[in-house]
């Protein structure tokens, strides 16, 4: 069996994941600092012996033994990424960095989430991953697109 973190694991795409995974037989972490995420999306997995909710900001580090880690945490609705644009691009930096730290120390696979906004308002149709993009550093949605632009170098 293996141990996944999810980062994020309370929001859409997190909870989701995370019952796939318990799903497919994985003991699940799930680490949320609830901002943006939601208890009851993940609820139904509280009771699950192979389930672990743990409320926590991936701004700061952790540490949880684990096999496979997938960062997903960041705000993602430009009402709410846009509430805080400081606070949104530590999420990107900082969760990247420290998802990292940890899938160095404990030798875990890890998978970043990104978004097609990284490449911004593209000028072409369809982009193959050769298009560099067509962004704006400091416009509203910036925060987010260049905090997701940081995390994917950082993988790099």
């Not at 490449?119 to 949605?141: A, F, M």
Request: with cysteine.
């Amino acid at each position: 069996m293996k141990t996944v973190l999810v980062t994020g694991g309370a929001g859409f795409l997190g909870s989701n994941l995370c019952h796939r995974l318990i799903a497919e037989g994985n003991r699940v972490v799930c680490l949320d600092n609830l901002s943006t995420g939601r208890l009851q999306n993940i609820e139904d997995l509280l009771d699950n012996e192979n389930f672990e909710f743990i409320q926590h900001d991936v701004t700061e580090e952790y540490h949880y033994p684990c096999d496979e880690i997938y960062n997903l945490a960041c705000p993602a609705s430009p009402p709410k990424y846009q509430a805080d644009p400081i606070e949104t691009s530590r999420i990107s930096f900082l969760g990247a960095l420290n998802a990292l730290a940890l899938a160095r120390k404990y030798n875990a696979k890890v998978m970043q989430a990104s978004t097609s906004e990284v490449y911004g308002d593209p000028k072409v149709s369809l982009q193959n991953e050769d298009y560099w993009g067509n962004v704006n550093c400091t416009g509203i949605r910036s925060c987010y697109d260049e905090g997701k632009r940081i995390a994917e170098s950082l993988f790099f």
